[in-house]
């Protein structure tokens, strides 16, 4: 039997919502993020943003919560403390409320009152703009790139396709063993380890971990000749790109900003500036229709690539 | 007298089928509690886990719980759970003693923390080891007295025949 487009969004309510869920009948495909807060409408973004006539209240709220969490809810302590669970299909569902403390000054939402369902889409092909800047021709190696945006401009799904490009081969390119470093799940759309949106045929992916466990992992077992990582932005995160900058793989990733120079200024990163880890920057941007594009700057902030449209190509 | 001892023979039987189904369900507590603890598996995976590994008609009722589970229909596993065990009394498979503990363990399932869950479980195990204890030895004293009258009756039937 056929499964309705609109049934990926039901599996996300228990069975007493869904009748009103049924009644709008979203194109599932079309939907961005769903937020549910605790006593006021519910919000759905796809393209604009649609306010719903459903009020969830406090219970609702947390048995919306145990459903999502498969009625296995100390199954995602670990997840819960960090402010997300991953659901089926690389769906990231920020969770949060009031907040109690747990162990080694970590905090754990004790009454989950505010649920951003972010749902993942890939876009095949979008990064086929980009990838002749960040390939280093002449031998034969991505060069390493940080991708800059907002959030909700796209960085990910960017990341996502370039990695697949790498890792199949694209035009003269050949393919290359790719180590994904994904803690969240977001990148490779990972549900228990297994990786659901395509990420190339040579890509390893760790999938939970911090990102210096997972980079000595593929390092020292993988074999990558890139390794791609999420939203860097802590010292720990820099000092986990140089070492794989230092082991001679290639990195390429991603950081929240608006600019270069929101980056430069960020004292946790600043080191891989002054290293010039990174070759090239690609900065993401969206114009008033919400169409998304990328500029490519050198290592100097020279601007290679004006803003280009990225799209996904037929 | 055959008829007599075979009546003796089929309540024995009924009353070590009550004892079968408390140790299965011992064992499928001991399976969840261990996976909780070791692996901190969701419970849709622990069923699908553990379903081979027991006798029916408890390999398949964990099966349908986690395959329904994994379709996402909706309904929380306490009412999965409440079906199934309905479906299973129904079916006879389950004697009502055994049924009754089956849905206690239903009930107890859903905790937030590994700990709470953990002990809510272990204490309908406590609960079953001591339930196993006792049916055991009445189930040998039974049994016992059960055959002696049977075959006693059977004879009694023959001489009053004679």
């Known amino acids: 039997m056929a499964v309705l487009k609109s049934d990926k969004l039901l599996s996300f309510f228990p069975e007493n919502m869904r009748a009103e869920w049924e009644r709008y009948g979203f194109d599932f495909n079309e939907v961005r993020e769903v937020r549910l807060r605790v006593n006021q409408p519910v919000r759905v973004l796809c393209g604009k943003e649609i306010r719903l006539s459903m009020v969830y209240g406090e219970r609702d709220m947390e048995e919306i919560f145990r459903y999502l969490c498969h009625d296995s809810v100390y199954a995602y302590e670990e997840e819960r403390k960090q402010g997300y669970i991953m659901a089926d299909g690389g769906h990231r569902i920020g969770i949060t409320g009031e907040l109690a403390a747990a162990e080694n000054g970590r905090y754990i939402a004790k009454y989950i009152r505010y649920i951003n369902i972010r749902f993942a889409h ?188 990225l799209r996904e190509y037929a | 007298m055959t008829g007599a001892f075979g009546f003796g023979y089929a309540l024995c039987q009924e009353m070590n089928n009550v004892l079968f189904n408390f140790k299965e369900q011992k064992r499928m507590l001991l399976y969840i509690i261990n996976e909780i603890s070791f692996m901190h598996k969701p419970m849709e995976e622990i069923f699908y886990s553990f379903g081979g590994r027991l006798k029916e008609p408890y390999a398949s009722f964990a099966l349908r719980i986690a395959e329904q589970m994994a379709s996402r229909n909706g309904r929380t596993l306490c009412e999965i759970w409440h079906d199934e065990a309905r479906l299973l009394q129904k079916s006879k498979e389950c004697p009502k003693a055994a049924a009754a503990m089956l849905f206690r363990i239903g009930e107890s399932l859903g905790y937030d923390g590994d700990k709470m869950q953990i002990d809510a479980l272990r204490l309908i195990d406590a609960e079953l080891s001591e339930e196993i204890e006792n049916r055991t030895r009445e189930n040998e004293d039974k049994c016992k007295l059960v055959r002696t009258l049977s075959v006693l009756a059977g004879l009694f039937c023959v001489v009053l025949l004679i």
């Not at chain 1, 990695?163 to 694209?170: A, E, F, K, W």
């Not at chain 1, 063993?177 to 990148?187: L, Q, S, T």
């Not at chain 1, 759309?189 to 990102?211: H, M, N, P, Q, V």
């Not at chain 1, 950081?255 to 070759?279: N, P, V, Y």
């Open chain 1, 122 to 309: 890939e876009h095949k092909r979008i990064a086929e703009g980009i990838i002749d800047y960040i390939y280093d021709a002449e031998n034969g190696r991505p060069l390493n790139t940080l991708i800059i945006s907002p959030p909700g401009l796209g960085k990910t799904t960017l990341l996502r396709d370039t990695i697949r490009l790498l890792s199949n081969g694209y035009k003269g390119f050949g393919g290359c063993n790719v180590g994904v470093v994904d803690e969240r799940g977001e990148i490779a759309g990972a549900y228990r380890g297994s990786a659901l949106l395509d990420c190339g045929e040579r890509t390893d992916i760790i999938t939970g971990g911090d990102k210096r466990q997972g980079i000595s992992i593929l390092v020292r077992t993988f074999a990558p000749r890139v390794i791609a990582i999420d939203e860097i932005g802590g010292e720990p995160d820099a000092q986990a790109i140089f070492y794989a900058g230092v082991s001679g793989c290639g990195v390429i990733a991603t950081a929240h900003g608006g600019s270069l120079e929101d980056i430069r200024k960020k004292r946790e990163l600043g080191g891989l500036f002054e290293k010039d880890i990174f070759k090239r920057f690609i900065l993401l941007s969206a114009d008033n229709a919400l169409a998304r594009c990328a500029s490519i700057y050198d290592e100097r902030g020279n601007e290679l690539c004006g803003r280009k449209l």
